[in-house]
């Protein structure tokens, strides 16, 4: 029998690329695609599409009951950035909408769930250098604790349940195809828009910073990687370190350099820059390679011109 997927969070920079790659493989009737708010067109139109609040636990079970729903992709949150700025909203979202899927799960026995972490996990005193799968994790942000907290959760119900939870630890994530939603790393997306309109990007973080990317093309085929791989593959319960690339500003400038030479950028670092000082500067994901095959597809030069291209069709 065919699964039946929902995608709660379909309108976000991962939902609006991983649903549509998830239609192609499933079938379009077969992946609901569902967000607080509208979506473009063609996740809309494509398929399946319901307007749901994933704290609102009538609704969301009433969503899977009805469509037969057998795996979900629980990609909704506050990001770091905004995080900050309302900690205790922050918390409530992230963790409620997490602990509402996870039971849901357990109460209709799903067959998998798909949950995103993230580098925000580390903190000042983990090793910053090629960061190790297992290693110390005392994050200092609202959404670090709340993504360290359900990865626990995650470990907790699949021990205890047997939900079978699966999960990455996403680095900076990078697509053309959705804007920058709030957080530390997003100037990595918000400098092709400005190259391209007004040849000129204020970043919010220092020249030197450097923080783990990946193009958005890896990162789906990370996230389907990691689900469609046997449960006995699996060795990591809580969430699994996923490297990506990584530069600085400063190197990402040169590249796009190379394209636009008149482009310019000036450094007025804000909150974030603290946030992303107490994150590693870059990953080792050896234990996703030899559990389940990750692999890496994009350097700096490659991810460049596409996000050039793509970007600059939107306004030519």
């Known amino acids: 029998m065919m699964d039946k997927i929902l995608v709660i969070g ?38 399946p599409f319901e307007i749901l609040d994933v704290l609102d636990t009538h609704r969301l079970f009433g969503t899977v009951s009805r469509n037969k729903i057998t795996q979900i992709y629980h990609l909704a949150a506050i990001l770091s950035g905004n995080a900050e700025k309302k900690p205790i909203a922050s918390w409530h979202i992230n963790m409620e909408s997490l602990l509402n899927v996870l039971e ?83 100037y990595a997306v918000e400098i092709f828009y400005e190259a391209i309109r007004n040849k000129k990007y204020d970043c919010f973080l220092s020249e030197n910073t450097y923080l783990p990317m990946q193009f958005m093309d890896d990162a789906i085929k990370a996230t389907i990687g990691v689900m469609e791989a046997p449960a006995e593959k699996i060795s990591v319960r809580s969430s699994y370190n996923v490297a990506g690339i990584s530069f600085s500003p400063k190197e990402l400038t040169n590249e796009i350099k190379k394209n636009i030479p008149d482009f310019k950028v000036d450094y007025f670092t804000d909150f974030r820059q603290a946030i992303a000082d107490s994150w590693p500067k870059s990953i080792d994901d050896n234990v996703a390679r030899q559990d389940w095959g990750l692999k890496n597809s994009y350097d700096i030069k490659r991810l460049t011109e596409i996000m050039l291209r793509e970007v600059g069709k939107k306004f030519s």
């Open 104 to 186: 849901l799960s357990r109460e209709l026995t799903l067959s998998k769930v798909f949950w995103p972490s993230s580098i925000a996990v580390f903190g000042p005193t983990t090793p910053r250098i090629k960061t190790p799968q297992f290693t110390v994790m005392e994050p200092n942000t609202v959404y670090g604790i709340s993504k360290l907290a359900g990865e626990r959760w995650l470990e907790y119900y699949f021990h205890k349940y047997g939900v079978d939870g699966r999960s990455l630890r996403y680095p900076g994530l990078i697509s053309y195809k959705t804007e920058a939603g709030g957080g530390t790393t997003d």
């Open 10 to 47: 379909c309108a976000g920079q991962i939902g609006s690329e991983l649903t549509l790659e998830l239609r192609k493989i499933y079938g379009d009737a077969n992946v609901v695609a569902t967000d607080i708010k509208p979506a473009e067109k063609e996740i809309t139109e494509g398929g």
